[in-house]
């Protein structure tokens, strides 16, 4: 595909996209394939590399490939065939753990959780290596389903963009959490939709940004049916002179009464040259609605800063404390403990080669 | 152990500390009187290192250690504990953290092996239950949604852990009810009045000296020591007021 064809910077809602970086990435060079373990977890194993199921390498376990319908999304349509999972409630939920290797220039590659009602699953996606990784992934969730799903971004360069899109059935549990821990550029780009009543959704994360790097989330959350919840949590860390920004946008139907909204955007500058954009939105056409937002940049406590140092803490030890403390809350949310394990010692890794 | 000559220091520009001297041996106490304003936590602050607090004449040596050239955490690993008039707030990161973090830091500057969790809990167990501090609030954020008088002994707490060579101590009384200011000051008596250790104790009030016997009671007026005497100077003080005794 071309770089081209992807709207402009001048569109709204992709004014913080970072286009120059996602075409340098789709036209980077061929680099050595990269190394990565998977974590010591049960279940499915898929190792892509650029896009390509390398099945030595691989345990399938519930996984087939195929068609996913497709998306007429910008960055969805790109990606047509890829992978499946479909569970049903009788189904073992052992979690999927699926690591993408980028080899330079681009891949795609599509992808469809399908819960039926009141199946659980939990699904582990790590992106390493170099180029432009682009993914579009349809999540069905049916009645009292719940899928866990944690994404981490550890390319050291290129870039991610991931589409996704789900419908979240009657009752039904989707909580997801992203880490942007690498060096390279990213666009997550959601639309949620809780179209059963008394849907759940968590979708949020931590972007950390650093050099001259952008990443960006920008998602969308709708509310059709009454008693639904959704928490997007997202913080965003920017150091030098990169640029972190974070879209996060709820609508709830006329009829969606009694949804309970929450958004909580927050970026921390590390250095006064980098930048954080936040842009909270509501529409909402229900007048019975619980929706509450914040959206706050600020710096370390300076205060707290010497307080820790006038105890022996040196000042950069400090600076990694209190910012793994700001994106703690968001990691904390997955489930899993191996996951989350990993999630926080990347962002620690990070923290230490940023400070 | 401490000797500060004709110490001058500004913040933004603004003389605070005008020519302060000031000697304290090993195994002394010395208390630091003044009015609002005269620059007592600033003497603490430039004694820290905080940055923004600007020396510009003057020099602070510490056991025999040019202490201005140090940075703030290598303070604190010679031996040097600041105790805060306002302990600071730091959500996220528990107490237990942040002293385990402290205290290993320190011995890690000294070349001294790491305490294990366990050992750590251990010796942070007993310090709050000397002090009285239920060691649930180990657990809680720093310093986060505790009360005034929570904060001043969890400040104390951090010292007892810590076991510095010397303390500055600012207006650590302030906030204590009767039985935690008696509570603080055996504890203070406990951690420092020791052959080795000396402390600064910056107060107002003569009720902590009744615990804590400074064996030098200074007054500290518009950024200067203006008299030095024993421990009934800080009686005359209460008595007399600042206007009479230190003009
Ligand atoms: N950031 C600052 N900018 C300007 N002036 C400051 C700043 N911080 C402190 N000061 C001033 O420095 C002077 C000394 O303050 P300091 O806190 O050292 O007084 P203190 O003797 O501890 O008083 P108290 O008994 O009320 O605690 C005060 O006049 C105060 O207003
Ligand atoms: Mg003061």
């Known amino acids: 595909m071309s770089v081209l064809e992807l709207p402009s910077t001048r569109a709204e809602a992709w004014r913080w996209a970072d286009l120059g970086a996602l075409s340098a990435a789709a036209a980077m060079a061929p680099v050595v394939r990269t190394e990565h373990e ?3 977890l049960p279940g499915a194993r898929l190792l892509f590399v650029d896009g390509v199921l390398d099945e030595a390498a691989s345990t399938l376990g519930a996984v087939t490939f195929g068609e996913v319908a497709g998306s007429d999304h910008a960055l969805g349509r790109h990606a047509r065939a890829g992978w499946s999972l479909r569970l049903d409630s009788r189904t073992a939920a052992d979690p999927v753990q699926i ?50 799903r ?10 991610v963009s991931l589409r996704e899109e789900a419908d979240i059935g009657e009752a039904a549990s989707l909580v997801t959490t992203f880490l942007g821990a690498g060096g390279q550029g990213s666009r997550i780009d959601a639309q949620l939709n809780l179209t059963g009543e008394g849907a759940f959704a968590e979708y949020g994360g931590a972007l950390l940004t650093s050099d001259t790097q952008a990443q960006e989330c920008a998602v969308r959350v709708n509310h059709a049916q009454p008693n639904g919840s959704s928490r997007q949590v997202w913080r965003a860390v920017a150091a030098y002179r990169s640029r972190a920004s974070l879209a996060a946008a709820v609508e709830v139907a006329r009829h969606a009464q009694k949804t309970d909204g929450e958004q909580s955007l927050r970026g921390l500058l590390l250095h006064r040259t980098a930048t954080v954009n936040l842009k909270p939105e509501l529409e909402i056409f229900a007048d019975d609605v619980k929706c509450a937002h914040g959206a ?60 | 152990m401490l000797k500060i000559e004709n110490l001058h220091a500004e913040i933004d520009g603004k003389p605070i500390l005008k020519g302060l001297s000031l000697t304290v041996n090993a195994g002394e106490i010395h208390a630091i009187m ?59 990161v528990s107490n237990v953290q942040f002293l385990r973090e402290s205290l290993n830091a320190q011995r890690g500057q000294r070349d001294e092996k790491p305490l294990s969790g366990a050992e750590f809990l251990k010796l942070a167990r007993a310090e709050a239950a000397r002090l009285e501090m239920d060691a649930e609030m180990l657990k809680r954020p720093v310093n986060v949604g505790f009360s005034g008088g929570e904060k001043k002994r969890n400040e104390m707490v951090q010292m007892g852990i810590i076991s510095p060579k010397f303390a500055i101590l600012d207006e650590t009384d302030s906030g204590l009810d009767i039985d935690a200011l008696r509570i603080v000051g055996d504890g203070i008596n406990r951690i ?28 500290l007026a518009d950024g200067r020591i203006t008299r030095t005497g024993g421990p009934e100077l800080a009686q005359q003080l209460e008595r007399e007021g600042y206007a009479e005794v230190a003009a």
């Open chain 1, 150 to 159: 944690s994404v981490r971004l550890l390319q050291p360069a290129g870039f």
């Open chain 1, 296 to 355: 706050t940049v600020g710096e370390l406590d300076q205060r707290a800063l010497f307080y820790m140092q006038s105890r022996g803490i040196p000042r950069s030890r400090a600076q990694a404390i209190l910012t793994h403390a700001f994106v703690a809350d968001v990691l904390e949310r997955i489930g899993n403990e191996t996951v989350r394990a990993a999630f926080e010692g990347d962002a620690d890794a990070w923290l230490d080669a940023a400070l």
């Open chain 2, 192 to 219: 420092m009045r020791q052959p080795d250790k000396s402390v600064l104790l910056i107060t107002h009030y003569q009720r902590l000296l009744d615990y804590v016997k400074p064996d030098v009671v200074h007054v």
């Open chain 2, 34 to 92: 003044g009015p609002n304003g005269a620059g007592k936590s600033t003497l603490g602050y430039v004694l820290g290192g905080r940055p923004g607090y600007e020396v510009t004449e003057g020099s602070i040596t510490f056991d025999g250690q040019d202490l201005l050239e140090m940075e703030p955490h290598e303070r604190a690993a010679a031996g040097v504990f600041l105790g805060f008039q306002y302990p600071v707030e730091i959500p996220g």
């Open chain 1, 38 to 40: 998977f974590l010591d």
């Open chain 1, 99 to 148: 690591v993408h290797v980028a080899t330079g220039a681009e891949n795609h590659l599509a992808a469809e959780i399908v819960l039926a009602d009141d199946a659980v699953g939990e699904v582990v996606e790590t992106f390493v290596g170099a180029g432009w990784a682009n993914r579009y992934t349809r999540t069905t969730l049916g009645r009292g389903a719940r899928l866990m």
